[in-house]
C-alpha cells in the first residue's frame, strides 16, 4: 500500500485500496455499503442468504433468534437447521476437490520433509480418528480435550470429534499440567488427545508426560490418546493409553456423519477473565461454522486455489477459525506451522511463504515487533512475490510495526487487515474488508457485515452518537459467530457479558471511533491483560502466586512492553519472616510457569512490604499499574489510602526504571 498514502489533516495516514485490488476482490467499496446496509438493516434476511453457503441436512427455516435482556440471554441461530461440521469441511468438496491440498503441514524443523495432505486424504485420516474415538467409547455430546503440537493430527482430531458429535475442548501445548487438568475436569471430558512429545523452535515439550501428571487429578476413567510425534521414550499406563498410530492402521477409512443440530456445541474453549479461573466459552455449529466461512473468505479475500496461512496455535480461537474451521469450510489450502517465527532464524516465516507460495498470510503484531528487531535482511532474503495480503490480530498494531509489516513484508502492495475480535466472537468484528475499506495504522476500521459497534460512555452507559466518540466496546445485537454460553455457568456468562451494559454485549475493551467512523482499540478496560497477544487474568496469576506457601500477597497488573504489547509485573509481599531473595524471585517464576504455563511468568517482579488499599481493603489497582507503566509522577487521587507511605516504598524500588 503506498501510492494512495494521503495525510488526512493532523490524523492518521490513510491508504485506499487499488483500484487493481478492488476489482479483483470479493467486495468493494459500494459492495461493502450495500451489503452493510441489509445486514443491518434486516438481519433475517441478510443471513437467511448467507447460511446458504453451507451444506445443511435438513434447511432451517428460522434464521434469527436472540434475547439480551438480563436475565433471559438466549442467543440461537438457524435453530431447526441440522448439518454436519465434517461433512462441510470435508466430504462436500470431495466431488471437485479430492485432489487438492486442504493442508500444508511444515514442521518445526526445516529439514523434515513437508507433507501436502489433500481433501481425499483429509476425509480418510478424519474418518479413521472418528472410529478411534468411537472405540474408546466416546458418543454425541461427550467432551473430548486436545492437549497437541500444531501437527495435522490436531486438526485431524477436531474434525473427527465434529463428525462423530463429540465437543473438542483444545487445551494450548504450552499450558501446564495443573491447567491441563482443571480444564479436563471442568469440561468432563471422558479422553485427552495428545502426542508424545511437541517439538517446537528445536526444543521439546514432554506432553504426554504432563498429561499423566494431569491426570493424577483426574476422574480414573480418563482415557488417553497418544500421537507419536518424535516417537520418543514415555511411560504407559495399560488399559488407560491407547496407542493411535497403532489403531489407525486398524481403523475403518469411512465414519458416517453426525447430525447435528445447529446449537449443538462443537466446542469449548478455556479462555481468560477479569475475575476467578479460566472460562469455557462455547460455540454451536451452525451460526459459528458460516461466520468463520464467510470471515476467512471475505476479509482475507481468499480466491480458490490460494494458499492461507494463519500463524496461530489450535490452542487458541485464532486457530479454531482460520487454521481449521473457516477456510476448510471454503475449501481452501491452510497452512499449518509447528514452528516458531524465529526458529532456527528470523527468516522462517518469510522461508516458509516462498517455500509455500503463501498467498495470505496472519500473523500477531508481537511476532511482527519480534521479526522487524531483526532487520531487513531476513526478509529481503526471500521470493515474497506471491503474498498478496497480510492480517494482523491479537492486540493493537502499533504504527512502526505496521509500517514496516507494508513496507518490508508487504513491499507497499499487500492490503493489511487489522482484525479485532475475540474468543468469544468466534470471527473476525472489526476489521477493513480489502478491496473495500481504507486503511489506517493502527485501526481496526469498520465493523464486518452484521455486526453493530457501539460506543458507550463508561459512567452513564449510554451511547455514544456523535461519529468522533471515545468510551467502552459494545455490540447492539447478535452475530451467528457469537459464543452462546459458559460450559456449566450460564449465569456466568450473563453476568460477564450482558450485566454491565444492559441490552449490549460488553467487549472489555475500550476504544474510539474517529470522524470517519473508523475505529481504533484502546486495550482492556477490565482487569484482563494482553501478553504477545495472548489473554491472561490479572486475577489468575494473582491466585497462582498466593498459592505458593511463601506468598502472603499478590497483584499483578499490566505494563508496556516493547515485544509483547503487555508485560506482567507482580508485586510480591513475602510472609512474616521470609526473606526476599533473588533464588526467592526464580521459585516464583517457576512456581508460576508451573501452576499456569510459561506465559503467565512474570516479567518484572517486585517485592512489596505493603499494597496500597483503601480504608476498607480494596487493593488500588490503578496507582499499581501507574508504578508499573513508570509514571508515578500522576498518581490521582492518594487521599483514601489507609497507608499512604506504602506508595513511597513502590516508588523508590519499583522494577521499571527505564
Ligand atoms: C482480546 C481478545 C481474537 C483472536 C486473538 C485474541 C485484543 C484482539 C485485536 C486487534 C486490538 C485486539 C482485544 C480483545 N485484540 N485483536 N486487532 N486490535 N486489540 O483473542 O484471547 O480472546 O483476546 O484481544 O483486547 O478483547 P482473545
Excluded at 470431495?94 to 487438492?100: G, P, T, V
Excluded at 515474497?384 to 502492495?413: H, M, Q, R
Aim: charged share 25%.
Amino acid at each position: 500500500m503506498t501510492a494512495q498514502a494521503q495525510e488526512k489533516g493532523a490524523s492518521a495516514p490513510v491508504y485506499a485500496p487499488s483500484a487493481e485490488f478492488a476489482a479483483n476482490a470479493h467486495v468493494d467499496a459500494e459492495k461493502y455499503a450495500q451489503m452493510y446496509e441489509t445486514s443491518v438493516k434486516d438481519p433475517e434476511a441478510f443471513w437467511r442468504e448467507h447460511g446458504k453457503r453451507l451444506d445443511w441436512i435438513k434447511p432451517y427455516t428460522k434464521v434469527k433468534n436472540t434475547n439480551y435482556s438480563f436475565g433471559d440471554v438466549s442467543i440461537k441461530w438457524f435453530e431447526d437447521g441440522t448439518l454436519n461440521v465434517a461433512a462441510n469441511c470435508i466430504d462436500r468438496h470431495l466431488k471437485d476437490r479430492a485432489d487438492q491440498t486442504a493442508i500444508i503441514f511444515e514442521p518445526d524443523n526445516p529439514e523434515e520433509d513437508a507433507q501436502h495432505i489433500t481433501y481425499a486424504e483429509l476425509h480418510r485420516r478424519v474418518c479413521r480418528m472418528g472410529n478411534i474415538l468411537e472405540d474408546m467409547g466416546v458418543r454425541k455430546g461427550d467432551r473430548v480435550v486436545l492437549y497437541m503440537p500444531m501437527i495435522p493430527e490436531a486438526a485431524y482430531a477436531m474434525l473427527a470429534c465434529a463428525r462423530i458429535g463429540a465437543i473438542h475442548s483444545i487445551v494450548f501445548a504450552g499450558f501446564s499440567p495443573d491447567a491441563l487438568g482443571a480444564r479436563v475436569n471442568g469440561s468432563d471430558a471422558k479422553v485427552v488427545i495428545t502426542a508424545d512429545y511437541a517439538p517446537r523452535g528445536g526444543r521439546e515439550t514432554a506432553l504426554k508426560s504432563n498429561t499423566d501428571q494431569a491426570l493424577l487429578h483426574c476422574k480414573d476413567s480418563v482415557k488417553v490418546l497418544v500421537v507419536k510425534r518424535t516417537g520418543g521414550q514415555t511411560t504407559w499406563i495399560e488399559g488407560r493409553d491407547y496407542d493411535y498410530n497403532e489403531m489407525l492402521l486398524e481403523a475403518d477409512d469411512y465414519c458416517p456423519v453426525a447430525e447435528m443440530r445447529a446449537e449443538d456445541p462443537l466446542f469449548v474453549l478455556y479462555t481468560s477473565g477479569s475475575t476467578g479461573q479460566p472460562k469455557g466459552v462455547v460455540h454451536t455449529t451452525g451460526g459459528y461454522l458460516v461466520y468463520a466461512a464467510m470471515t476467512h473468505q471475505y476479509v482475507f479475500d481468499y480466491h480458490d486455489g490460494d494458499v492461507f496461512w494463519c500463524t496461530a496455535d489450535v490452542g487458541w480461537v485464532t486457530g479454531h477459525s482460520y487454521i481449521v474451521y473457516g477456510p476448510l469450510a471454503n475449501g481452501a489450502t491452510t497452512l499449518m506451522f509447528e514452528g516458531v517465527p524465529t526458529y532456527p532464524d528470523a527468516s522462517r516465516f518469510w522461508q516458509v511463504c516462498e517455500k509455500h507460495k503463501v498467498n495470505q498470510f496472519y500473523t500477531a503484531p508481537t511476532a511482527i515487533r519480534a521479526l522487524m528487531a531483526h532487520g531487513n535482511e531476513p526478509v529481503e532474503k526471500c521470493d515474497l512475490s506471491d503474498l498478496k495480503l497480510l492480517g494482523t490480530v491479537g492486540e493493537p498494531i502499533n504504527p512502526e510495526a505496521w509500517n514496516w509489516y507494508n513496507d518490508v513484508v508487504g513491499k507497499g502492495k499487500c492490503p493489511i487487515v487489522d482484525t479485532w475480535w475475540q474468543t468469544e466472537t468466534g470471527g473476525h468484528l472489526l476489521t477493513p474488508l480489502p478491496g473495500a475499506t481504507a486503511l489506517k495504522p493502527g485501526s481496526a476500521t469498520k465493523p464486518f457485515f452484521g455486526v453493530q459497534p457501539v460506543v458507550l460512555d463508561p459512567q452513564t452507559g449510554e451511547e455514544i452518537t456523535t461519529t468522533a466518540a471515545e468510551g467502552v466496546l459494545c455490540l447492539k445485537d447478535s452475530w451467528p459467530g457469537q459464543m452462546r454460553t459458559v460450559w456449566g455457568d450460564h449465569d456466568r456468562f450473563q453476568s460477564t457479558y450482558f450485566e454491565q451494559y444492559k441490552g449490549y454485549y460488553f467487549s472489555g475493551d475500550g476504544c474510539r471511533r474517529d470522524a470517519d467512523g473508523d475505529y481504533w482499540i484502546t486495550g482492556r478496560v477490565d482487569d484482563v491483560i494482553n501478553v504477545s497477544g495472548h489473554r491472561m487474568g490479572t486475577a489468575e496469576v494473582e491466585s497462582a502466586l498466593v498459592a505458593h506457601a511463601k506468598v502472603a500477597e499478590a497483584a499483578v497488573v499490566g505494563y508496556p512492553h516493547d515485544i509483547k504489547g503487555q508485560g506482567i509485573y507482580a508485586y510480591v509481599t513475602l510472609m512474616n519472616g521470609i526473606e526476599p531473595t533473588d533464588e526467592l524471585r526464580k521459585e516464583l517464576e517457576t512456581w508460576v510457569r508451573s501452576e499456569i504455563g510459561p506465559i503467565a511468568k512474570p516479567d518484572l517482579l517486585q517485592w512489596s512490604p505493603g499494597l496500597p488499599k483503601t480504608r476498607s481493603g480494596k487493593i488500588m489497582r490503578r496507582i499499581l499499574r501507574k508504578i508499573a507503566e513508570n509514571d508515578y509522577g500522576s498518581l490521582g487521587d492518594t487521599s483514601t489510602l489507609a497507608d499512604p507511605s506504602v506508595v513511597d516504598d513502590l516508588i523508590e524500588n519499583r522494577m521499571n526504571k527505564g
